[in-house]
C-alpha cells in the first residue's frame, strides 16, 4: 500500500503544480490582455487628439481663406470698377470733343 500511497501523493501533487501553473499562466494572460488594451486605449486617445488638432487646424486655415478670397473678391470688383470709370471717363471725354 506504501507503493500506491506515494503514487497518489505523486499525482496529487502533479495535479496542484499543473493547477498552479495554470492560475499562473492565466494571471500572465491577464495581464498581457490588460497591457494590451492600454496600449491600444493610449494610441486611440492620441489619434483623437491629432485629429481634433488637424480639425481645428482646417478650420483655421478656412476662415483664412475665406479671408483671403474676401479680400481678392473686394480687389476685383474695385479694378471692374476703375476700369469701368476710366472707360466712361474716356467715352465722356470723346463725346466732348469737337470732331476733326
Known amino acids: 500500500m506504501g507503493s500506491q500511497e ?3 501523493l505523486k499525482e496529487a501533487k502533479r495535479v496542484e503544480k499543473r493547477a498552479a501553473e495554470e ?11 490588460k497591457a ?6 493610449a494610441i486611440e486617445e492620441a489619434q483623437k487628439e491629432k485629429e481634433t488638432k488637424r480639425s481645428d ?3 483655421a486655415e478656412e476662415v483664412e481663406q475665406l ?6 473678391r473686394e480687389a476685383y470688383l474695385a ?4 476700369t469701368a470709370e ?15
Open 6 to 8: 506515494e503514487q497518489s
Open 86 to 100: 476710366d472707360r466712361e471717363a474716356k467715352k465722356f471725354k470723346s463725346n466732348k470733343q469737337p470732331p476733326e
Open 79 to 82: 479694378q471692374e470698377k476703375a
Open 67 to 72: 479671408a483671403r478670397d474676401q479680400v481678392r
Open 23 to 33: 492560475a499562473q499562466r492565466l494571471t500572465k494572460e491577464q495581464e498581457r490582455k
Open 57 to 59: 487646424k482646417r478650420a
Open 36 to 41: 494590451y488594451l492600454a496600449r491600444e486605449q
